[in-house]
């Protein structure tokens, strides 16, 4: 579940909840870990991660554009477990030293990708999280989701050799979100839907849509590398 101030086109979504409270209820609903969005883009700040970080044992990933090594450090020294990377996004040539960089500091890299192109450049896919971003970020995700798109790169993700793959972004229909844990994602990052209906009643309407009480948030990944453990 995640921290997000507003949406890429300004809709608020934190609203005037204390984001210490929304991560403690996200916990209550079953939450094993949360993204927190600093990026500017979405309303978030360094002060939310430090502030979110001081209130939950939640493992924290840093939702950002992450494009130098000294960005690894702020992000471990405000508190992040994971680090959000995203090869889309970064000049050419980096992405192997930010994915080293992380796991050299116990970060864990969690490497958004949207084409199979990408799944296939990541480095050290057995050490990193890698995730399927249903929107496009190149426009501050203001487009449709398309869900299809995790359905078509699973089979990447997984001989790729990732322990924990994950479908990100758009996940606001909690059927449709049962559907991608029932096709074989060990996880899901779902931010504007827990945010509007509430973690409470979106993760009840999830195990609903499971059809067995419990095992809605259940995600089963591997060993991951790294302070971050989504399915503790
Ligand atoms: O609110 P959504 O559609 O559930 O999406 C969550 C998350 O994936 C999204 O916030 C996100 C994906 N990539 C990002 C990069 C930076 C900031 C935020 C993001």
Known sequence: MEVKVRSGSGEPLLGDRDPVGFAAECERAGAPCLSVVTGRWFGGTPALLREVSRGTALPLLRKDFIVRESDLDDSAAWGADAVLITPGVLPSGVLGGLVE????????????VTSAAQVDAVPHAGECVLAVNNKDIGDRERGPADLDRSRRLLAALRSAGTPCPVSASGLDDPAAAAALLAAGYAALLVGSGVLRAGARRWAADLRAARGSAGAALEAKPGRIPGGFEPGR
């Open 101 to 112: 960089g992380a796991l050299r500091r116990g970060l864990t890299p969690f490497v958004e």
